[in-house]
C-alpha cells in the first residue's frame, strides 16, 4: 500500500524558509512524477511545483517562481520542497502528491489535480506578517 508522509512544515516569518519533505513508501516512485500543492483556508487547492521522471524536468507555478525549489532523491523515494522568501500569501496546507509509476504525464497536465494518484496528508505552512 503507498504512503506518502510529508514533514517540515511550521510558522516561519515573512522571508524566512522552510523545507518539505515527503518520502513514498509501498513502491518505487524514480519512474513517478512527483509534485507539489497547497490549499489555503476557502480556496481551491492548487499546483505548486512538479518533477518529472528522470530525466527530471521541472515546473512551478508562476506565483512560486523563483523562491521555491523542487528536487527528488530517487534512492530515499523522497521529493522536496525548498521555500525560501516566504509571504503571508504562501500560508496553506502543503500537500505532496505522486503519479503512478510508468504512467506519461505531459507538461500540460503536471498542475492538473485530477492526474496524480497518491497524496500525502498534508503539511501546515503559516508564514507570519
Known amino acids: 500500500q503507498v504512503h506518502l508522509a510529508e514533514s517540515g512544515g511550521g510558522l516561519v516569518q515573512t522571508g524566512g524558509s522552510l523545507r518539505l519533505s515527503c518520502a513514498a513508501s509501498g513502491g518505487t516512485f524514480s519512474s513517478s512524477a512527483m509534485a507539489w500543492f497547497r490549499q489555503a483556508p476557502g480556496k481551491e487547492r492548487e499546483f505548486v511545483a512538479a518533477?518529472?521522471?528522470?530525466?527530471?524536468?521541472?515546473y512551478y507555478a508562476d506565483s512560486v517562481k523563483g523562491r521555491f525549489t523542487i528536487s527528488r532523491d530517487n534512492a530515499k523515494n523522497t521529493v522536496y520542497l525548498q521555500m525560501n522568501g516566504l509571504q503571508p500569501e504562501d500560508t496553506a496546507v502543503y500537500y505532496c502528491?505522486?503519479?503512478?509509476?510508468?504512467?506519461?504525464?505531459?507538461?500540460?497536465?503536471?498542475?492538473?489535480?485530477?492526474?496524480?494518484?497518491?497524496w500525502g496528508q498534508g503539511a501546515q505552512v503559516t508564514v507570519s506578517s
Open positions: 502528491a505522486v503519479r503512478r509509476p510508468f504512467a506519461f504525464i505531459s507538461s500540460r497536465d503536471v498542475s492538473s489535480r485530477d492526474k496524480y494518484d497518491y
Open positions: 518533477i518529472s521522471r528522470s530525466p527530471s524536468r521541472i
